[in-house]
Nanobody, 124 residues
Framework: QVQLVESGGGLVQAGGSLRLSCAASGRASSTYAMGWFRQASGKEREFVGHISRSGVVTQYADSVKGRFTISRDNAKNTVYLQMNSLKPDDTAVYYC?????????????????WGHGTQVTVSS
């Protein structure tokens, strides 16, 4: 069992930056691949990016590639999402999630633990 808590969301102007954190408790997060997803109002949840258990491999959605960076500190059981050059289209609730799959997956259904989300609002 893993509990995930996101933090760091807020209101930022277009072009600004935010760093989200996802703190895990319970079973060590290093045993899970970690993903970030987001859901804008009225839209389906979408994949943002993920990071392997070791932190060596990361993959991103095309919409955020080059602007967002995922990292993790397994000693602190924390995963980060650094978001730069934010756009109004990035406005959404951001969720972190944990997957026990041995390989990275973008499928939300393969992530078994989810946080409650943190709101990110980007003003134009």
């Amino acid at each position: 069992q893993v509990q995930l808590v996101e933090s760091g969301g807020g209101l930022v102007q277009a072009g600004g930056s935010l760093r989200l954190s996802c703190a895990a408790s319970g079973r060590a997060s290093s045993t899970y691949a970690m993903g970030w997803f987001r859901q804008a109002s009225g839209k389906e949840r979408e994949f943002v990016g993920h990071i392997s258990r070791s932190g060596v491999v990361t993959q991103y959605a095309d919409s955020v590639k080059g602007r967002f960076t995922i990292s993790r500190d397994n000693a602190k059981n924390t995963v980060y999402l650094q978001m730069n050059s934010l756009k109004p289209d990035d406005t959404a609730v951001y969720y972190c999630a944990a997957s026990p799959e041995p390989t990275l997956t973008q499928r939300a259904s393969r992530y078994v633990y989810w946080g409650h989300g943190t709101q990110v609002t980007v003003s134009s």
